[in-house]
């Protein structure tokens, strides 16, 4: 009789704490240093690991069956295909499968090495959860060397090296290089994606780090898009003649970005356009009305967090994904707390009094998530039609019925 097999170590997570967890390797071989936090999503991971708004973190997936529907060029959320979304690393339950979906094109493990993210699989990630809970997130660094011997010294030297994300500006690092268009619907059964060929309206979204279901939600409306750089000045931005202004989700602290983004708001924001924030561009708005935004505990993350909208009284169940918040108790005089968060009452959403000029926290596109939110799409682009005069659109729609 032979003894139990026991399966080699090939990856190690390292806590900054000491914490060290043990597991085999996936994807990217090497080692990154990122924030560890955990997305209690069920579905979308795919389109999580591509989201801009996790650069410089390492996600642990609390839902344990990850890589089973596999991946495919469709549900990638960075808008350059061919560029990394920054997230630093992937930390998994249980094995990677091989796919079941007719959609799979390529095995998750296979798609990770391409995008340079390193995993690991076989970590307790209910303990490594609670600990989070418990502790806040971590600095950590994750490693996967096929070998089994790692190179501590360099490990540790990235994990000592890597400064956390407070005080971090990150949204350079994943904003467009250059000014482009954007026509893409949203995605149909058996159709794919569409393209809006004669659009109503014309918005200019501020990238800082946008999500490219964001972008098809605005298409969707009417609204052909115009992307430009996160450094973009308000001048530049006025340049396009927009209707409207979008500010885009992104990562990193929004204090670190606000140095140069929240003056270009200010002045935007006097020209009386009609202006939505998402997530970073939530709190970059928050701070250039003069509140306050703080470091969260651990932050939240995945498709299942319950919001009010207070301007209804509705209860929408969102995609979240943000370290830091606006403190709601900064917001001034003229600024109306809009939607708050039913898990711990933090700030989800602000409007200006008296100007169609508002913001939320969380991610209403639904790429992953419910498609309770996208209402917020609609609310946006009925201050276009209300200043050109034109129809309202109702914002919430029937299930089944055309938007």
């Not at 030297?157 to 619907?185: I, R, S």
């Not at 973009?232 to 989700?249: C, E």
């Not at 050109?388 to 729609?397: C, I, S």
């Given at each position: 009789?032979?003894?139990w097999?026991?399966?080699?170590?090939?990856?190690?997570?390292?806590?900054?704490?000491?914490?060290?967890?043990?597991?085999?390797?996936?994807?990217?071989?090497?080692?990154?240093?990122?924030?560890?936090?955990?997305?209690?999503?069920?579905?979308?991971?795919?389109?999580?690991?591509?989201?801009?708004?996790?650069?410089?973190?390492?996600?642990?997936?609390?839902?344990?069956?990850?890589?089973?529907?596999?991946?495919?060029?469709?549900?990638?959320?960075?808008?350059?295909?061919?560029?990394?979304?920054?997230?630093?690393?992937?930390?998994?339950?249980?094995?990677?499968?091989?796919?079941?979906?007719?959609?799979?094109?390529?095995?998750?493990?296979?798609?990770?090495?391409?995008?340079?993210?390193?995993?690991?699989?076989?970590?307790?990630?209910?303990?490594?959860?609670?600990?989070i809970?418990?502790?806040g997130?971590?600095?950590?660094?994750?490693?996967?060397?096929?070998?089994?011997?790692?190179?501590?010294?360099?490990?540790?030297?990235?994990?000592?090296?890597?400064?956390?994300?407070?005080?971090?500006?990150?949204?350079?690092?994943?904003?467009?290089?250059?000014?482009y268009?954007?026509?893409?619907?949203?995605?149909?059964?058996?159709?794919?994606?569409?393209?809006?060929?004669?659009?109503?309206?014309?918005?200019?979204?501020?990238?800082?780090?946008?999500?490219?279901?964001?972008?098809?939600?605005?298409?969707?409306?009417?609204?052909?898009?115009?992307?430009?750089?996160?450094?973009?000045?308000a001048?530049?931005?006025?340049s396009?003649?927009?209707?409207?202004?979008?500010?885009?989700?992104?990562?990193?602290?929004?204090?670190?970005?606000?140095?140069?983004?929240?003056?270009?708001?200010?002045?935007?924001?006097e020209?009386?356009?009609p202006?939505?924030?998402?997530?970073?561009?939530?709190?970059?708005?928050?701070?250039?009305?003069?509140?306050?935004?703080?470091?969260?505990?651990?932050?939240?993350?995945?498709?299942?967090?319950?919001?009010?909208?207070?301007?209804?009284?509705?209860?929408?169940?969102?995609?979240?994904?943000?370290?830091?918040?606006?403190?709601?108790?900064?917001?001034?005089?003229g600024?109306?707390?809009?939607?708050?968060?039913?898990?711990?009452?933090?700030?989800?959403?602000?409007?200006?009094?008296?100007?169609?000029?508002?913001?939320?926290?969380?991610?209403?596109?639904?790429?992953?998530?419910?498609?309770?939110?996208?209402?917020?799409?609609?609310?946006?682009?009925?201050?276009?039609?209300?200043?050109?005069?034109?129809?309202e659109?109702?914002?919430?729609?029937?299930?089944?019925?055309?938007a």
């Amino acid at each position: 009789m032979t003894g139990w097999q026991q399966t080699p170590t090939t990856a190690v997570l390292i806590l900054a704490d000491g914490t060290r967890l043990e597991g085999h390797g996936l994807g990217a071989v090497g080692h990154a240093a990122g924030e560890v936090c955990f997305n209690t999503a069920m579905t979308g991971y795919q389109e999580v690991l591509t989201d801009p708004s996790y650069a410089g973190q390492i996600i642990t997936f609390t839902f344990p069956h990850i890589g089973n529907v596999g991946t495919n060029d469709e549900d990638i959320e960075t808008v350059n295909m061919a560029a990394l979304s920054g997230v630093r690393g992937v930390v998994l339950k249980a094995d990677i499968t091989n796919p079941s979906n007719y959609r799979a094109a390529e095995k998750l493990d296979a798609w990770l090495k391409k995008r340079n993210i390193v995993g690991i699989a076989g970590i307790d990630t209910r303990a490594l959860t609670a600990l989070i809970r418990e502790n806040g997130m971590p600095n950590g660094v994750i490693a996967h060397e096929p070998t089994g011997v790692f190179d501590e010294g360099s490990i540790m030297a990235e994990l000592n090296a890597f400064p956390g994300l407070e005080g971090l500006d990150l949204a350079k690092e994943v904003t467009t290089a250059q000014t482009y268009h954007w026509d893409q619907t949203g995605w149909q059964w058996n159709k794919g994606y569409g393209k809006l060929e004669d659009p109503d309206f014309h918005v200019v979204a501020i990238d800082y780090g946008a999500k490219r279901n964001i972008l098809r939600c605005l298409a969707d409306q009417g609204a052909k898009v115009t992307v430009v750089p996160a450094t973009a000045s308000a001048a530049d931005v006025l340049s396009h003649n927009p209707d409207a202004i979008f500010l885009s989700n992104g990562p990193g602290d929004p204090a670190a970005t606000g140095k140069y983004a929240v003056p270009t708001i200010q002045k935007l924001m006097e020209t009386g356009k009609p202006m939505f924030g998402i997530c970073l561009g939530h709190q970059l708005l928050g701070l250039a009305l003069g509140g306050t935004t703080s470091k969260m505990h651990q932050g939240h993350h995945g498709a299942n967090h319950p919001v009010k909208d207070l301007t209804t009284g509705k209860v929408e169940i969102t995609s979240m994904n943000h370290g830091f918040a606006v403190d709601a108790e900064s917001l001034p005089a003229g600024v109306t707390q809009t939607h708050v968060s039913l898990f711990d009452g933090s700030n989800a959403g602000l409007a200006v009094d008296g100007k169609p000029i508002f913001s939320v926290q969380y991610h209403p596109e639904a790429s992953p998530g419910p498609k309770d939110s996208h209402y917020l799409f609609t609310r946006f682009l009925n201050q276009v039609r209300k200043q050109k005069g034109l129809p309202e659109k109702a914002e919430y729609v029937a299930p089944g019925t055309a938007a």
